[in-house]
């Protein structure tokens, strides 16, 4: 929802299948490929990938962004786990709001059994 | 943290850093100092556990039994929770909670058990993303936890009590002092110092709350747009439905 409302303030139209792995498709803004990398490169396992990531992401956007990117994906790792860890669930107004976009995404279909 | 660093990290991500790492080592509301760096060292070692990695290629994680790789500091519940939360946490479901986490080490110690390991998670993935190496864990300082649970924490949106927002007694710490106390932010809020330090980190991390939606000012050298797609990526990566 945020990713949504940050592009409609800057009036993007960001395709938010974008954010999807192996989606097939990119949600055109810049930047997104190696920020996308980056963080797929984080989850493979695969440190020589994870570096040619970063360089390619500092290359691009600069060493402030790197730093960025790497406290973003560090803190999401997280917050993730603190979500599933305790079940909270997503609020109704962003149920609501969102009701129309997850479908699309696939996002219903992680975890069905999950409120 | 990072003085020495190849790469500038800002200062109040440094501060922050810090702030979040001495904590690991001094005595929470239900842990004492040297549980919480037990936890934190065997979130570490988990990593290789190939129990954890059957498991997760299973159809379902309890059909797959056998012993943990494990530095067995920890009670087995509690080996068993760290090992869930680093390998299969979107799998984890009320029936889990209940019976595993909250019946093995309490509810209490549970909340704060994810809260350690969340930390280290978070500062963990930082270095790792920038091919740093990890920070020694501190030592553990003396002392005992407070066990000071909110008078009215109870069940009610989570699998674990929460405190609702606004209903801290004038004597208790009010976990929601610097957010708006939406649902993430009342996931560990049985452990309200707990809720606190982690949102400070959050902050320093991603973003105060207070700039979430404030689009019109870019406070990062990521752009609102660049720090959501990452995020959601992150998110979407780790199947989570929140």
């Known amino acids: 929802m945020l990713l949504r409302g940050s592009g409609e303030h800057n009036r993007e139209a960001l395709a938010l299948e974008g954010i999807m792995p192996n989606a097939g498709m990119t949600s055109g803004f810049a930047g997104e490929d190696v920020l996308a990398e980056l963080a797929d490169a984080f989850y493979a396992s695969d440190p020589k990938r994870l570096a040619t990531a970063r360089e390619r992401l500092r290359d691009a956007l600069g060493d402030d962004a790197l730093v960025d990117a790497a406290g973003i994906i560090g803190i999401f790792d997280a917050v993730v786990r603190v979500a599933d860890g305790t079940g909270v669930p997503l609020e109704d107004y962003k149920d609501e709001a969102s009701a129309g976009f997850r479908p699309a995404l696939g996002i219903n279909r992680f975890h069905p059994d999950k409120p | ?242």
């Open chain 2, 1 to 242: 943290m990072y003085a020495k660093a190849d790469i500038t990290v800002r200062s109040d991500l440094d501060r922050a850093h810090a702030r979040a790492w001495r904590r690991l080592g001094e005595p929470g509301t239900w842990l004492d100092g040297r549980t919480r760096i037990e936890i934190a060292a065997e979130l570490r070692h988990a990593v290789d556990c190939e129990l954890c990695k059957a498991r997760t290629e299973a159809l379902s994680a309890s059909v797959v039994s056998g012993a943990h790789r494990s530095l067995n500091k920890l009670a087995p519940a509690h080996i068993e929770i760290v090992h869930r939360l680093r390998h299969d946490a979107a799998r984890i479901t009320q029936q889990w909670v209940e019976d595993i986490a909250v019946a093995g080490i309490g509810e209490g110690e549970y909340v704060e058990t994810l809260a350690v390991a969340a930390t280290v998670l978070a500062v963990d993935g930082f270095t790792d993303a920038l091919g740093w190496p990890r920070h020694a864990l501190p030592e553990p300082s003396g002392g005992e936890p407070s066990r000071a649970r909110p008078a009215n924490a109870r069940l009610d949106i989570a699998w674990v009590a929460t405190l609702p927002p606004g209903e801290q007694r004038e004597d208790e710490v009010d976990p929601y002092r610097d957010t708006s106390g939406v649902h993430i932010h009342q996931a560990l809020s049985l452990v309200p110092t707990e809720t606190i330090a982690f949102f400070e980190l959050d902050a320093a991390q991603y973003l105060p709350d207070s700039a979430l939606r404030d689009y019109g000012t870019e406070y990062r050298a990521l752009t609102h747009v660049q720090i959501e797609y990452l995020a959601a990526r992150v998110s979407a990566i780790n199947q989570c439905v929140y």
